[in-house]
């Protein structure tokens, strides 16, 4: 590698960097998290979304999805994405705006870790899961769709993301794996959002009677609950050393 070569990747890297520690100052400087959590501002605002949503379905469409991609290029949590889309497109559309974002925006960051982060992925996590070298390279297509399929056993989504640049997984099947493996557990997910938007038309007040009796609500959280525990049951049988 010349010197060029290195002297560009440390100007990309740290333009990186510099973009993520941004975006997060922006993130909890201007936004309040309490009224993000408030169920009483939510509601009250839940007519101005949905009347821009429908008075502007493209633009915002556009908008959600191209923001989705560098949110996940800056290593932002999916839950966020996914309550929204599941709330503002309901499950079938939202599944399919927030799992095509998120994939896009994964691919994209994974190609950026190996291309400039892949030294320092390896110093940090590589003895950490130096165990699943072996299993993706007998079929690396067949277990990174299962370790996305199980939320990578319980790894935070940023690192399993970058993680498989350890590997050297091709972007073909990075892609089809994190697409196809990512669908269940996101749809969960979004279900749960558009359930939130249901329970909120029909409940003027926030009761926890209301929410457990709520099938909306319930489910996604019963789902959930029931991939969690496979995700432990995948973590311990099948990735021992995980």
């Known amino acids: ?8 990747k440390l100007v990309i890297g740290a333009t990186y960097l510099i973009a993520l520690f941004a975006v997060l100052y922006f993130v909890f400087s201007f936004i309040d998290i309490e009224d993000l959590t408030s169920y009483e501002f939510i509601r009250s605002n ?17 908008s959600f999805f191209i923001f989705t991609i560098i949110w996940i290029l800056l290593l932002g949590f999916a839950g966020p994405i996914l309550l929204f889309a599941g709330f503002v497109y309901g499950k079938w559309f939202g599944i399919l705006i927030a799992l095509s974002a998120t994939t896009v925006g994964a691919t994209l960051l994974y190609i950026l870790a190996g291309l400039f982060f892949r030294d ?11 165990n699943l070298k072996n299993l993706f390279k007998k079929n690396e297509l067949f277990y990174f769709t299962l370790f996305r399929l199980f939320g ?7 690192i399993q993301n ?13 892609f089809i794996g994190t697409l196809v493996g990512s669908a269940p557990l996101m749809f969960v997910s979004v279900a749960l959002g558009s359930g939130i ?15 457990v009796s709520s099938p909306d609500i319930y489910l996604p959280i019963l ?9 432990f049951i995948f973590r311990k049988f099948i990735f021992k050393k995980f």
Do not use: C, R, W
């Open 223 to 231: 789902a959930f609950l029931i991939v969690v525990s496979l995700t």
């Open 46 to 62: 839940k007519e101005s979304i949905f009347q821009y949503k429908n008075d502007n379905l493209f633009l915002l469409t556009i």
């Open 120 to 130: 320092l992925v390896k110093e940090k996590l590589e003895h950490k899961f130096s």
């Open 152 to 158: 990578g056993g319980g790894t935070p989504y940023g």
């Open 197 to 211: 938007e249901s329970f909120i038309d029909k409940n003027e007040k926030l009761s926890f009677f209301a929410i």
């Open 1 to 8: 590698m010349n010197i060029t070569s290195t002297k560009l």
């Open 162 to 174: 970058v993680l498989p640049a350890l590997f050297d997984i091709s972007v073909k099947n990075y």
